[in-house]
Structures are given as structure tokens and as C-alpha cells.
């Protein structure tokens, strides 16, 4: 582990010098391994996203929390501890301080490890479906940290789309005020999470890797406010969850968050683990090839940007 210059990270050996070599590098998240799979698949995914992106000829960098020191990429040993670590927090940008100041450690949502992943150096980060606005907004105003961040932040985030339990439509329009960047990736759609499409038409589809890179670039070039990139990256039709079937758990899943007073944090973990209970584990295997495709594509899209 080395102490960059930087007070409040610590960079793996390993990430520190591809960063220093301008090697590609995906950050990886860590929120959903602690909150959003379940145990033991949880780990195997952990150590299985990595793999897809050291075979893709990129270094990965998951990013948490331990013992109040922000990590950049983990060892074998740590990563377990994301896993299995019984009580881990769920960490947004804001309570980054917090955790320092207190020792805590947590798992790292989209907003933390954005925020971690641009401070260290690290331009392209890969998850499954973002946070956003949640339905009901109008009573609770449940919006979640992500999208701030985002705003704010310059990375490019490959996920498929936000998660389907939330309001897309006022998702996507709370993006385009923000001024959040958004491409489909081979699609002309906004992706569905579990499922393929969202039915949500978006204004701007790229087909490459390299259109990608370009248009991070562009973002670069133009300045202005310091937002993000996000390809919405759909997972494949054969391997979606059946929309049937999302509708009705989902629906039922809802009601039962309605009825047992789940709110704030808890909500996302809720209403995910619900959906893979209530669809018999269907859920679990689209939400893992949506992430599997994201982590993909996030290394060739990290090649491509490293050939500057
Ligand atoms: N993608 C997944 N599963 C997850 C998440 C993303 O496939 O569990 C996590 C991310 O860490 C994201 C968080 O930031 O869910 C959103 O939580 P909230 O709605 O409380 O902001
Ligand atoms: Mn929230």
C-alpha cells in the first residue's frame, strides 16, 4: 500500500503505478458487493469483475472504506472484508469525512467512488445501475447522491442506465438539468437495469469504444462544468430479466417497503434484495450480466483512453 501525496487516499502498488505509467485502470465500486448482492455470490462477483478487467489488459481499483483510510484498489484479504464484514456502512460522498475522522470503514457507493476515483486519477469507473430519483419523490424527496456527484465530477460511469425501482423518466430529466452527459451504447434507448431497455428514448447513441474516449476528450477540451460521461450500457435481450416478471416483483416489492416503513439508506438494499428473492434468484443473474458487461466495456473504453 503506499501513501500517495494525497492526505485523504491510499493507492494499491499496483493501481498507484499504472496511474503513474497513464496504464488503463477501472474503478470498481463497493456498495454493491457489501449491500446489493448476496452472500457468498457476493465475492465470487467481487473477484470476478476484476478478472474480466485484467483480461481486457486493465489494472481494477475497488474502492471502500477500512478502518477510515479511503483505499484504491484491494488485495485478495480486503476485499473479503467488503464482502463478509458483518454491519459495513454504505458511504456517499458526504459521509467520506465522517468515516475518516471516526476510523469506520464502509462500502462506497456510485457518489464516494466517483468522488475517490476522479481525486486518485482514475477516469473511468464501471457499476450496474446508478442511483436516482426515487418514485414517490414528490412526498419524501429521495434523490439519491449520485446524480449531485455527477454533476460534479469527471468521470465516465458504464453502468445500465439507474436502477428500474426508481422513476427513469424523472431520473433522466433531473440529468439533463444537472448537465450530466449521457450516451446509449449501441442503443437508442435508456437502459432498464434488469431489463434491456427502459423504453425511455435518449438523444445521443454511440457504437465504439473509441467514440467514447473521443467524447470524453471533447469534454475536456470544452471545460466548463466538471460533469460526467455516463454510456448507458444495456444488458443483452436474452439475458434480461422477463418484464413481466420485474413488473409484478417489483410492484409487490414496493408495497412491502411502503408497508415496513423502509426509507433513506436502506431503501435500494431493500427493494434489490426483494427482487431476487421474489423472482427466484432471475434478478440476481440480470443484474450480474448487466454488471459483467459494464466492467467490459469500462476496460475498453479504459484502453482506448490511455492511448492519449
Ligand atoms: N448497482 C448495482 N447494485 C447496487 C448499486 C449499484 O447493480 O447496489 C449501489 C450503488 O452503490 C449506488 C447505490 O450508488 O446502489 C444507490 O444507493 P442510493 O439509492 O441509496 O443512493
Ligand atoms: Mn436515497
Redesign the pocket.
Known sequence: MRDTADPILQQSDEVAEALAAGAPVVAL?S??IS??LPQPRNLEVARELEGIVREAGAVPATIAVLDGVARVGLDEAELERVATEPGLRKLGQRDLPVAAALKASGAT???ATSFLAARAGIRIFA?????GVHRGWTQDQDE???LDTLARTRITVVCAGVKSILDVPATLQRLETRGVTVAGYRTDTFPGFYLHSSGEPIDWRIESPEQAAAIMRGQDSFGGQESALIVANPVPVDRQLDPVLHDRVLAEALAAAEREGVTG?AI?PFL?GYLVRGTGGASLEA?LAA?RGNTALAALIALRWAER
Open positions: 465500486e456498495t454493491i449491500h446489493g457507493t456510485v457518489s457499476t450496474g445501475g446508478l442511483g439519491s447522491a449520485d439508506q435500494t434489490l443484474n454488471v
